[in-house]
Nanobody, 120 residues
Framework: QVQLVESGGGLVQAGGSLRLSCAAS????????MGWFRQAPGKEREFVSA????????HYADSVKGRFTISRDNAKRTVYLQMNSLKPEDTAVYYCAAAETTDWGTPRYWGQGTQVTVSS
């Protein structure tokens, strides 16, 4: 069982930056691939980024490539999403997810989400 708690969301102007954090409970954190998803009002939840258990492999949605960076600190059981050059279309609730795979796969555990609002 893994519990995930996101933090770091907020209101930022277009062009600004935010760093999201996801703290995980459980002893097997380093065994899970971790990811970020987001859901904007009236839209489906979409994949944003993922990172392998070791941090050696990362994946990004085309819409955030070059602007967002995912990283993890297994000692702190935390995964991060650094978001730069934010755009109004990045406004969404951002969810942290954990998959029981080494690289990335179907998430099994989800956090509650943190709101990111980007004003124009």
């Amino acid at each position: 069982q893994v519990q995930l708690v996101e933090s770091g969301g907020g209101l930022v102007q277009a062009g600004g930056s935010l760093r999201l954090s996801c703290a995980a409970s459980g002893r097997r954190f380093s065994s899970y691939a971790m990811g970020w998803f987001r859901q904007a009002p009236g839209k489906e939840r979409e994949f944003v980024s993922a990172i392998s258990w070791s941090g050696g492999s990362t994946h990004y949605a085309d819409s955030v490539k070059g602007r967002f960076t995912i990283s993890r600190d297994n000692a702190k059981r935390t995964v991060y999403l650094q978001m730069n050059s934010l755009k109004p279309e990045d406004t969404a609730v951002y969810y942290c997810a954990a998959a029981e795979t080494t690289d990335w796969g179907t998430p099994r555990y989800w956090g509650q989400g943190t709101q990111v609002t980007v004003s124009s």
